[in-house]
Structure formats: structure tokens, C-alpha cells
Nanobody
């Protein structure tokens, strides 16, 4: 089974930037639709961004214009560039390997992003 390891989180001030990485091992993600989700304190997990195998992207309204999802199939890695961060972006961020129809069932440990005001 492909394992996903998220990294790049940390503490940043409002208005700052972070770049998250999701490295896959144990198999390829080339043909998969990859997604970033997040779960804030006391909140349900929510979809942030999606990238298909062909590179088409889609974003939740609350991150449009600020976040960019990308992938490097040669490195078996997906990224989430986060700019103009807000305190409400504070959450644990998870990547997910799935199909174009639905996310997969496997979840990594995530990476914590904390945005201070």
C-alpha cells in the first residue's frame, strides 16, 4: 500500500507563507487524483484542494487565490503552496490519494499548520 508522509507545516504569522509536501512511497501516485484536506481544532475535516492525474486543479472557496496545489510525478510528491495565511487556516493538513470520483481510505499523520495573528 502506498504510504503518504506530509511535511512542511509550522508556526507562521498571519500573511506569511508555507509550502507543504506530501511524499508517497511504496508505489506510484502518477495515475491518482490527489487531494489536500485539513482539520481545524473542533472542526470536521474539509477538502482544501484537488489535482487530477492530468494536472487539473480545484480549490475550496476559502483558499482560492491564496493556495496552489501542484505535483511532481517524477518525485512522487504533491505540494500545497499556501500564501497570505490567516489564523483560520490553522489546522492539521493531510494529503490523500484517491480517484477522480472519491478520496481514498488511507490517511497519513498530517502536518500541523499554526497561523498566529
Amino acid at each position: 500500500q502506498v504510504q503518504l508522509v506530509e511535511s512542511g507545516g509550522g508556526l507562521v504569522q498571519a500573511g506569511g507563507s508555507l509550502r507543504l509536501s506530501c511524499a508517497a512511497s511504496g508505489g506510484t501516485i502518477t495515475i491518482n487524483t490527489m487531494r489536500w484536506f485539513r482539520q481545524g481544532p473542533g472542526k470536521q475535516r474539509e477538502l482544501v484542494a484537488t489535482i487530477t492525474s492530468s494536472g487539473s486543479t480545484n480549490y475550496a472557496d476559502f483558499v482560492k487565490g491564496r493556495f496552489t496545489i501542484s505535483r511532481d510525478n517524477a518525485k512522487n510528491t504533491v505540494y500545497l503552496q499556501m500564501n497570505s495565511l490567516k489564523p483560520e487556516d490553522t489546522a492539521v493538513y493531510y494529503c490523500n490519494k484517491g480517484t477522480i470520483y472519491r478520496p481514498g481510505d488511507y490517511w497519513g499523520l498530517g502536518t500541523q499548520v499554526t497561523v498566529s495573528s
